[in-house]
């Protein structure tokens, strides 16, 4: 008699199967459902920083920023452009697929708006807005969310979410994934005054910022610059290191409930093939041969359930994305490369776990 090979013997019980293909396609789909909401919501922090990757803000909190600093601004090789900004007056507050987070409002001179555009590679749609006219562009996904297109009027204490100094008009939507909204109401300042309280500089090599540590080294009491690096510690610090921990420990627990589930299937389905199993043993198949083949059995399945887990969670998550969160300015990043590393290992995790009670009953053949 010689056994069933394992593709075979899923063909020929499929019945038997089906639960825990079943159950390893939930397992995968909250493993992957859950990992693309908390890390697509992680990625969104990170666009609403407010800060490209080659960019660095200086700004003086009592004093003006000293004619030493903006020298070596100014004479940098590696500087870009250098833009004067104002203090923002407007906070929206926006829902993430986890949490909430604010955006950011950039106030910059009419004349400078299309530089940070197309540094941050981000697209107008409508026109810039106008030197202190009360006007403003809103990236789309913002404008989504609080219900507003060109030329509606954000109207102060309407909306809850949303902060206002005054009522603003809408001139333009901001394609692209930067979480920010800009205003020229920078007052009655010449550019070169404005520069001397709070500017912006972009990078012509982003990688090399030691510009960004002289600076730091200069840097009198009063005086602060803020580089995407130093925003981004701040996120993971924060934000990026609990959501970790949250979906660790999310897994760990869908791992240990699916495994106990399919323990108990393959201890009810072992036992039912007792007869087969005794009769290979007496024919001299070895109790380890016994434990691999039906280890191969079960990962088999577990792995035609996760493969089929993986394709069914992307196809939900891309038609939730599109008919639900989109609309509502929100949105689901498919391709997450931990979600679906974690989709992967889980099942492994748990043909382990659950094969073992297999081991318990194969060596009481005979006994």
């Known amino acids: ?47 609403s920083m407010g800060i490209s990757y080659n960019s660095a803000f200086v700004y003086s909190i009592d004093n003006l920023i000293s004619n030493d600093i903006l020298d070596k601004i100014e004479n940098d090789e590696n500087v870009k452009e250098i833009i004067p900004v104002a203090d923002g007056k407007i906070n929206i507050r926006l829902k993430a697929l986890f949490g909430m987070m604010s955006s950011n409002e950039l106030v910059l001179f009419n ?77 009655d300042i010449s550019r070169e005054d404005a520069k001397k309280v709070s500017l912006m500089y972009h990078l012509k090599d982003s990688n090399d910022t030691s510009l960004n540590d002289k600076i730091k080294e200069m840097l009198p009491t009063g005086t602060s610059i803020v580089d995407y690096n130093k925003v981004l510690d701040e996120l993971n610090a924060t934000v990026k290191s609990s959501v970790e921990f949250l979906y660790i420990g999310i897994v760990s627990l869908m791992i240990f409930i699916i495994s106990m589930s399919l323990k108990n299937l393959n201890k009810i389905n072992l036992i039912n093939r007792m007869d087969e199993l005794k009769i290979l043993n007496s024919i001299g198949y070895s109790k380890f041969f016994l434990i691999i083949k039906v280890f191969k059995e079960n990962g088999l399945t577990i792995l035609f359930g996760t493969g089929a887990g993986i394709i069914i969670s992307m196809c939900i998550v891309a038609i939730t994305n599109t008919v639900v969160w989109m609309p509502q300015g929100k949105e689901a990043l498919l391709f997450l490369a931990k979600p679906i590393i974690a989709s992967i290992i889980a099942p492994i995790l748990i043909c382990i776990l659950s094969t073992l009670s297999s081991i318990r009953v194969i060596n009481k053949i005979n006994k």
């Open 111 to 187: 004349e400078d708006v299309n530089k940070v555009l197309e540094n941050d590679n981000l697209e107008l749609v409508g026109r810039l807005p106008e030197n202190n006219k009360d006007e403003i562009i809103i990236q789309e996904s913002i404008a989504r969310q609080i219900g507003v297109e060109i030329g509606d009027t954000l109207v102060k204490g309407e909306e809850e979410s949303v902060s206002l100094d005054k009522d603003y008009k809408v001139v333009g939507l901001i394609k692209g994934n930067e979480k920010i909204y800009i205003t020229c109401n920078i007052g």
């Open 1 to 47: 008699m010689k056994p069933l090979s394992s593709l075979s013997y899923i063909r020929s019980n499929k019945k038997k199967c089906l639960p825990i293909f079943i159950s390893t396609i939930l397992g995968v789909f909250l493993v992957y459902f859950f990992g693309i909401m908390l890390f697509s919501s992680t990625e969104s922090f990170k666009n």
